[in-house]
């Protein structure tokens, strides 16, 4: 069975979702950190970027400030040259940590000394392409992955429609035109049809449905 595909992110009224220099920023409020936050308790797997780990170092848990939960969802982090910081707090904590890298990269002594478990998968290419990705998640078993950033892997993963529910947070605030915006360059425009958006608390949210 393909894994359902939740990508999820935040950011301003102008569609960025970092600062200048990709420096993070918590765009998101109270009630939409209590959003995501059930959000991971609910899903097997948080799938992020190599430079998401690097830049921002996230834990990538549930926070029982927003959400009480014992679940520790496991992580999936795409790092073709495997350069992930081995020190980041994501490795802290005991679960899974999946990391997929390109064809060729040697994994083997990656994750001595870890709390957390670390998978090394390489591609059958140079780069990890979202439906590799994707299968190889769902050959593992699980089925509810959620896709947390950053601006490349959220674009590859909708460009190539390996996704089934887009939830992105709006807040008010202007990041300006030095800031990351939310995606990269597209082949054309992308048109949705199934769209909500509902306010939550002094932002709103916009939640995208795949057609089928």
């Known amino acids: ?33 209590q959003r995501v936050h059930k959000m991971r308790s609910e899903s097997d797997i948080i799938l992020v970027g190599k ?27 795409l790092d073709s ?22 064809k060729g990269i040697d994994g083997g002594e990656f994750g001595p000394g870890l709390t957390s478990k670390v998978i090394v998968r390489n591609s059958t290419s140079s780069s990890s392409h979202p439906d590799f990705v994707v299968r190889e998640l769902g050959n593992i078993g699980y089925r509810n992955i959620m896709l947390e950033g950053g601006k490349s892997v959220i674009t590859s993963f909708i460009t190539e429609g390996e996704w089934d529910e887009i939830s992105i947070f709006y807040s008010p605030t202007l990041a300006g035109d030095e800031g990351i915006p939310m995606f990269g360059p597209l082949k054309e425009p992308m048109k949705f049809e199934h769209i909500q958006t509902e306010r939550l608390g002094n932002g709103f949210l916009v939640t995208i449905k795949k057609a089928f």
């Open 1 to 33: 069975m393909k894994p359902r595909v939740l990508i999820n992110f935040a950011c301003s009224l102008d569609g960025k979702i970092a600062l200048k220099g990709g420096k993070a920023y918590r765009f998101s409020n109270p009630e939409d950190l």
């Open 51 to 77: 430079n998401t780990i690097n830049l921002d170092d996230p834990k990538l848990v549930v926070n029982e400030k927003y959400f009480k939960s014992d679940r520790i969802p496991d992580v999936a982090i």
């Open 81 to 102: 040259n495997l350069t992930v910081n081995k020190n980041a707090r994501v490795f802290s904590y005991p679960r899974k940590v999946i990391i997929f890298c390109r």
